[in-house]
């Protein structure tokens, strides 16, 4: 086997000893120390870190800079679990996290659920740094089988695995899942140069940034259900952290061949370019939902494999990204190409180069990974404890820190105020779907993939023509979308939880029921829009959202012709539940709610006036005093450092750029 010849031993064992030199495994020490901070901060992912430490690497070590590199890429993702599971407040890559671990964390499971993402993060990364190296003398022939139209059937497959796991209530997915697929495709079309729902909104020709709307739709709600309960996240204190911390351990390695399917499946989707970590997330967390042993009934509800596949795939991804970049200099995303920029300015050309003269630089990228995830892990290990304490923190403590970090993390999307203007309308639309249970992940995915999903059928259309359709590897994926929908419907006819049709045959229509007059309106605007534009520019707009009106029409008459058999209608509602609110009417959830928001808006008009930096304090302590009573002390001394941190990381360190503002603008006029 070419895999096994002496000159790859030889150059695995070389690289090895390269980045083990003392010089170069500092480098790569601070930039796993760079990657766990950059990674509990929401929003401040892996581009921001390449972007802050890239600069200093023209003129370093080629081996010491890419440890680098890839040392504080590799462990964001093993961060990004810490925020996830504490608060719901995903990062870039842990999304589907939230769904189990946010529930473990409210049964005072936080340190377990923590440590079996920080395991399964290791061997993930330990398993996604192996394909590579498995995989770096077959590279070539690989690859290339996988072409746009098996790229697109791939997109749509992920979508399908997502949008089946609604609930008792398929036809919602869908709607969610082309909602997102819209929004998506606002802004230019690349193929036609059309603007699309541009109206005269200069922000919106780049189209809608994801970061605002996946804090929106994920943070923004878990965060108002604090406000809300008015309580701590967990109700009582974590399980003992070093309890909670073996358990966690336990059960990735009781769970190993369910780390070992996740990491393989995000392994090979991060080969693919396009295929980026929110993808990833959803797809094998619907892997693990519908293959791991009652999973059905106990995913969303704190169980740890829901915590485990996600975080294993996480970190094999980064792996698997090195794969299509190191032999033919396809990054799979912005990080990667900016790491190929990084790799020709130091002289390195990806493909047979590398493979064949180079062969221990690209070895020395996959120890990197290997080392950096075993320190990361150990590192999130030794401070597992303090994080889980963290949860039983008063509401108004936690709310008063996170607020600022979720608009510093909005305003990272494109460094807009409309940014910060999407935050809050998504953050009002993922509230909405919680609280009447349409499952948020479905929007996402779609939003990720639907500028992916239209570019593959341009260029498969363009390319192939229609004999696309009959690729075997397009046949196959199609067919795996339809089984994987279809499925779930039929168990449903099976087992007689279809529903029943009303007494009478009348309608009835709820106040829960008016949601979906957004969602139609919304198809309705988009199809008599698009008719406007060019064919290539509307063909992708027309044709989702004519599933979107179809799918909606069809699930609204299903609710109010039929009622579900039984309370729980079946199914599996892949989505974070409600916490609980015993006692309380709707109206008081009302009114906590606006309550909740009304602060958020009380920080945005601040900000226009006086700035984000001056903001963060002054609000902070009023948000403590009024909301909790909380006292003066307290109060000054947290607004205090946490605006010292935001000051010193976010302005001096990284340097963002801050909102404009009133007060800034009178003053440069004065002078």
Same mark, same amino acid.
């Given at each position: ?47 921001? @870190? ?7 690497? =023209? ?271 396809? %990054? ?17 050309? %990806? ?98 993939? @639907? ?51 009303? %007494? ?11 949601? =979906? ?46 009622? %579900? ?107």
């Amino acid at each position: 086997m070419e895999f096994l010849d002496t000159t790859t031993l030889s150059a695995v064992g070389q690289a090895l000893m390269i980045i083990l030199s003392p010089d170069r495994l500092v480098f790569l020490v601070f930039g796993v120390l760079v990657g766990l901070a950059l990674g509990l901060i929401p929003g401040i992912g892996g581009l921001t @870190g390449f972007a802050l430490l890239v600069p200093f690497t =023209y003129k370093m070590d080629p081996y010491a800079a890419f440890g680098m590199l890839l040392g504080m890429h590799s462990v964001i993702a093993t961060a990004d679990s810490v925020t996830s599971v504490l608060f719901g407040v995903p990062g870039h890559s842990s999304q589907a996290t939230v769904l189990d671990g946010l529930a473990m964390t409210k049964k005072g499971q936080g340190s377990r659920a923590l440590s079996a993402a920080y395991m399964s993060s290791l061997l993930g990364g330990l398993i996604g740094a192996a394909v590579v190296a498995l995989m770096l003398p077959f590279l070539r022939p690989v690859v290339l089988l996988i072409a746009t139209p098996e790229m697109l059937a791939l997109t749509v497959f992920g979508i399908a695995m997502v949008s089946a796991l609604s609930g008792n209530a398929p036809l919602r997915g869908i709607v969610a899942a082309c909602f997102g697929i819209l929004v998506g495709m606002v802004g230019t079309n690349i193929q036609t140069g059309q603007m699309r729902w541009t109206g005269d909104l200069l922000y919106l020709q780049e189209g809608i940034p994801l970061v605002p709307i996946i804090l929106g739709i994920f943070a923004m709600p878990e965060l108002c259900d604090l406000a809300i309960q008015r309580s701590a996240i967990a109700s009582t204190a974590p399980v003992n952290s070093r309890q909670g911390m073996r358990q966690g351990v336990a059960d990735t390695f009781k769970n190993w061949f369910l780390v070992l399917r996740c990491s393989g499946l995000g392994a090979f989707l991060g080969m693919i370019p396009g295929i980026t970590g929110a993808v990833t997330d959803w797809i094998v967390y619907g892997h693990a939902m519908q293959t791991s042993k009652g999973a059905k009934e106990t995913f969303t509800k704190g169980d740890v494999r829901g915590v485990i596949a996600p975080e294993s795939a996480n970190n094999a991804r980064e792996g698997g990204m090195l794969v299509p970049m190191l032999a033919f200099g396809l %990054p799979g995303g912005a990080v990667q190409a900016i790491l190929l920029g990084a790799m020709m300015v130091h002289g390195f050309v %990806p493909g047979p180069d590398i493979l064949t003269k180079h062969l221990d630089l690209a070895f020395t990228m996959v120890w990197s990974i290997a080392i950096a995830n075993l320190f990361g892990a150990g590192l999130c290990f030794m401070l597992s404890g303090q994080f889980a304490k963290i949860a039983t923190l008063r509401y108004t403590l936690i709310l008063a820190v996170v607020m600022p970090i979720v608009y510093i993390g909005a305003f990272e999307g494109s460094h807009s105020w409309g940014d910060m203007f999407v935050l809050l309308a998504f953050g009002a639309l993922g509230i909405i779907m919680k609280r009447l249970k349409w499952a948020r992940p479905p929007l996402v995915l779609g939003l990720v993939l @639907g500028t992916l999903l239209e570019r593959y059928m341009s260029i498969s259309f363009m390319r192939y023509g229609a004999d696309w359709l009959m690729r075997p590897g397009v046949v196959v994926l199609l067919v795996l979308s339809a089984l994987v929908f279809i499925k779930p419907i039929v168990q449903a006819a099976r087992s007689g939880r279809t529903g029943h049709l009303r %007494p009478g045959g009348k309608p009835q229509l709820r106040k829960d029921d008016l949601v =979906y007059l957004f969602f139609i309106g919304a198809a309705v605007v988009a199809l008599v829009t698009a008719q406007e534009w060019r064919f290539m520019a509307k063909i992708g707009p027309t044709v989702v959202a004519s599933i979107l009106l179809v799918a909606a029409l069809g699930s609204l008459a299903y609710k109010m012709f039929f009622t %579900p058999a039984g309370a729980g209608g079946g199914g599996i509602h892949m989505d974070v539940g409600n916490g609980p609110e015993e006692g309380l009417s709707n109206r008081e959830v009302f009114l906590r709610s606006a309550r909740f928001f009304g602060w958020f808006i009380a920080f945005l008009v601040s900000t226009a006036l006086i700035g984000m930096l001056p903001t963060i304090p002054l609000v902070m302590v009023a948000f403590m005093r009024i909301e909790g009573k909380e006292p003066w002390k307290l109060s000054l001394i947290l607004a205090a450092s946490m605006t010292a941190f935001i000051f010193v990381v976010f302005d001096q360190i990284i340097h963002v750029e801050w909102p404009a503002n009133l007060l800034q603008m009178w003053l440069a006029g004065g002078n």
